[in-house]
């Protein structure tokens, strides 16, 4: 859940910042690339047809990014929020700039008034977002062994009851992986939900390729743990078999 927040609290940032400038440019067009108050009156009008064109894509790109996130948070699909963090606004710009570029090639060059600053604002929030993504998901594996349930922290954490648990093992590698169904995958680190080979269906959350625990459930879930030293997984699985 606490994640979940995070994401949330980033992605509604990210909305209010492109608001702001799209707010922005419909008070200021004459600060933004190619616009220019002086001029014929037709031109003039031109450009602002364009200045709206810009802030329409703006809105329409933030909107899907708003409406998207939203839904890949519900989901907890990672990859899915990173790309609409990271795409719709920047594509939305770019596709207004070589609009206007292709109608205007006969023409000098302007100067770039704002378009510098304001596409690298949505780049660095865009970097930003996939920075978190990668720094959330690539740490270690962080769990607490409860009184009375195991709990693991992080991206796509859980809680699995020692009562449930029917099987526990310690292996030196992970089952064949066919697809990702629902999870993460970067370097060593896999978090979420996998299918292997066989089409079983197992959670990962591995940050490297020695060492896991694997659990079974009464219900038929599979979990596999593992942190970044083999030693850290081992003190994890000794803790576990201590509550069984």
């Given at each position: 859940?606490?994640?979940?927040?995070?994401?949330?609290?980033?992605?509604?940032?990210?909305?209010?910042t492109n608001f702001v400038i799209v707010f922005f440019i419909r008070k200021h067009p004459e600060k933004i690339s190619i616009f220019k108050v002086e001029g014929p009156e037709n031109e003039i009008i031109d450009k602002t047809k364009w200045a709206n064109l810009l802030c329409r894509m703006m809105v329409i790109g933030n909107f899907i990014t708003l409406i998207g996130g939203?839904?890949?948070?519900?989901?907890?699909?990672?990859?899915?929020?990173?790309?609409?963090?990271?795409?719709?606004?920047?594509?939305?710009?770019?596709?207004?700039?070589i609009k206007k570029n292709r109608s205007n090639k006969t023409r000098g060059s302007n100067k770039n008034g704002?378009?510098?600053?304001?596409?690298?604002?949505?780049?660095?929030?865009?970097?930003?977002?996939?920075?978190?993504?990668?720094?959330?998901?690539?740490?270690?594996?962080?769990?607490?062994?409860?009184?009375?349930?195991?709990?693991?922290k992080g991206l796509y954490g859980t809680n699995i009851s020692y009562r449930n648990i029917k099987e526990i093992e310690l292996k030196s590698n992970l089952p064949d992986i066919k697809s990702r169904s629902n999870g993460f995958a970067a370097g060593y680190t896999r978090l979420g939900n996998f299918i292997t080979q066989d089409d079983s269906h197992i959670m990962l959350f591995t940050y490297s390729d020695s060492c896991f625990i694997r659990i079974v459930t009464k219900t038929d879930e599979i979990y596999y743990?593992?942190?970044?030293?083999?030693?850290?997984?081992?003190?994890?699985?000794?803790?576990i078999k201590k509550h069984l």
């Open positions: 859940m606490s994640n979940n927040i995070f994401y949330l609290a980033f992605l509604f940032l990210v909305v209010a939203i839904v890949a948070v519900c989901l907890e699909n990672i990859l899915m929020f990173s790309l609409l963090i990271s795409f719709p606004v920047p594509v939305g710009i770019v596709y207004v700039y704002l378009i510098v600053p304001i596409v690298s604002i949505c780049v660095i929030l865009e970097l930003f977002g996939l920075l978190a993504v990668t720094c959330q998901a690539t740490g270690n594996l962080e769990v607490v062994t409860n009184k009375d349930e195991l709990v693991i743990l593992g942190c970044q030293e083999s030693d850290e997984t081992v003190k994890i699985f000794n803790e």
